[in-house]
């Protein structure tokens, strides 16, 4: 059947009979709990640094002091609006993050399989602190671009580790709902980030210190509490240290039905064993084909939404479209609590009415409000960006930016994180990760380098642009994404197995053996194969 295939639950979907996860528990303990809450913090962080930029580039005092020529066009009555912001040197300081984020998730994926996810997560958040301290204490444009740099290199492994982490503790009833913490903690740093640019946009000279400088704190925090959590199980296991494996089963799940988990576990680190190649070097094989693929779609089509520049300057729409600047800084803070809202509502319903039917009403809705931007844009701005735009239209804007973010907010925002964490084999899951993020983030360079550039030139066809790919990346998921709800992540090879087109490529496991104790001459494991 076309459409992403029919499936079987395998367990928690729903379905009749028993499955390979049946014997795992569901049990929702405090150390599965605070983890996931750690983990998902780095989302909070990447939020912050995300959203942070989009009001200090168009914040008087820090304007002056590291950008004046837009000042300048600001102050220029006869300034074609949609060109005020069109800096390269801007946006290079916006997008150096993202530069630097790419190539640290390559780098991470290698490092994450020999150090452990928790290692690697204590990496990042230690590279957070670094890189804050130094943005805002910043005296010209390098050390800026220095310090994000640094942030970058910490998105780089914060971003590849803790939704992985977040999929591999999670009870896989509960899976989806504790992956998209990730993307809700990511949400709350970008809403205190406007919260702090509003406060700051009132300060004179040094308000822009201020916003950079508040991301110390919750680095700070993370860097702390990150020592206390388990690693996951599944990454001690792949790391040969199965006793120590089942101890922080035991840890998570409440001390039951760990046995069985466990043996699927070792079964797929086995699988693991077989090659000698890396982990890169798997993937491109023919059967993780459906991996592959999805590895580059995913975060492709995320970002082909539109709701990354949306996000990062959102202040500068709706200034564009008239707002004074603080009033444009309280429209993004209004954008995140409707962002935050439905990604609660997204992880409220993940579990129960599954991933796809979650894409394809954020599709609809997404393909109408871009669709509606265009046309506001078009004919209320202009082409040349000469008309001033009515205060009726201006808020109707803000209502469909408000109406996109939700439609992300259920759909794009929390699955982007949710899917590719949980869909790769565990052989291949940090190389996976490692490349969907890698892509992503030089994705976002990519857009945070044209997008101002791409307002100035394409004018209101800029949205439209994002309206067409949002027509491809609905039917792509349509036909090509089977549903996921309620599988065991080691269970997941069944689900391509199954479907209508990926089953050529993907086939099922033997029958799983008993787990082998740590005593039992385990195998050491790096990303090039046995060590």
Partial sequence: MHGGGVVLPVNGGGGVGPGPGDAYSSEITFTVAMS???????GLIFGYDISITGGLTQMQSFLEAFFPDIIEKMNNASQDEYCIFNSQLLTTFVSSLYLAGMIACLVAGHITRRIGRRNSMLIGASLFLAGSILNCAAANIAMLVVGRVLLGIAVGFTNQSAPVYLAEIAPARWRGAFTSIFHFFLNVGIFVADLVNYRANTIAKWGW???????????TVILLGAFFIPDSPNSLVLRGKVDAARDSLRRI????????????????????RRYESGAFRRIVRREYRPHLVMAVAIPVFFELTGMIVVTLFTPLLFYTVGFTSQ???????????????????????????????????????????????????????????GKAMP???????????????AGFGVSWGPLKWIVPSEIYPLEVRSAGQGMSEAISLLLTFAQTQSFLNMLCSFKYGTFAYNAGW?????????????????????????????????????????PAAAPETASAAPHKVADGGPV
């Fill in 36 to 42: 996931c809450l750690m983990a998902a913090s780095g």
């Fill in 209 to 219: 210190r201020l916003s950079l400088g508040v991301g110390i704190v919750p680095a």
């Fill in 253 to 272: 799940r409440g001390g039951k039905n760990v046995e069985a988990e466990l043996k699927d576990i070792v079964q797929a680190a086995e699988e693991d």
């Fill in 327 to 385: 009033k444009a800084i309280l429209g993004s803070i209004i954008t995140d609590v409707v962002s935050l809202a439905s990604i609660a509502v997204a992880a409220a319903a993940v579990d129960r009415v599954g991933r796809r039917p979650l894409f394809m009403v954020g599709g609809a809705v997404l393909l109408a409000c871009l669709v509606g931007m265009s046309w506001v844009f078009g004919a209320q701005l202009g082409a040349d960006g």
């Fill in 391 to 405: 205060r009726r239209y201006a808020v109707a804007v803000v209502a469909l930016v408000c109406v996109f973010t």
């Fill in 470 to 510: 949002v027509v491809i990346m609905t039917a792509f998921v349509f036909f090509f994404l089977p549903e996921t709800k309620g599988v065991p992540i080691e269970s997941l090879r069944e689900v391509w197995a199954r479907h209508w087109y990926w089953k050529r490529f993907v086939k099922p496991l033997p």
